[in-house]
């Protein structure tokens, strides 16, 4: 199937990250498998292939936008493809971020902070998402350390 050019644009981006970090180009990456459930020339969905220590994750590029859902949060990281198209680079330092940092997720009722920490153990980025309205007081804190996407040697 030809692919949507916006989403042969945002495929690049990643594919330039990739060959950074000395991984293979995206469609081809063992690492992932591609979720043929909507099978169109303008939609694609990736799933981490599983590994102790390694976070769960999948993302959707559409030709509207790059999606991530990263272990239990939802819809987070979102880049809109007009950010993208004007921004690149911000893009693929995120991308670059995502899979190449240590993951410090903290968990607290329906709140989720994800930190993320580079090689030289500074932190890099980090993403909070709140699930609902219910406050966060009464619920126990729960974090987890997960290892960078890729193995670096």
Request: proline share 3%.
């Amino acid at each position: 199937m030809l692919l949507n050019l916006k989403v042969q644009d945002v495929l690049a981006l990643f594919d330039e990250v990739f060959a950074k970090l000395g991984q293979r180009m995206l469609l081809d990456n063992s690492e992932f498998t591609i979720d043929n459930q909507l099978p169109a020339d303008f939609y694609l969905k990736f799933n981490s292939v599983a590994k102790p220590g390694r976070v769960n994750m999948n993302f959707e590029v559409t030709s509207s936008n790059v999606t991530f859902w990263i272990d239990k949060t939802r819809e987070m990281p979102d880049f809109s493809y007009e950010m993208i198209r004007e921004d690149p680079a911000r893009f693929k330092d995120a991308i670059e971020m995502i899979f190449s940092s240590t993951i410090h997720a903290e968990y607290k009722g329906n709140r989720a902070i994800l930190s993320f920490i580079n090689n030289d153990n500074i932190l890099v980025g980090k993403y909070r998402f709140h699930l609902g309205i219910l406050p966060n007081w009464c619920s126990r804190k729960f974090t987890k350390i997960y290892d960078s996407y890729f193995e670096f040697c």
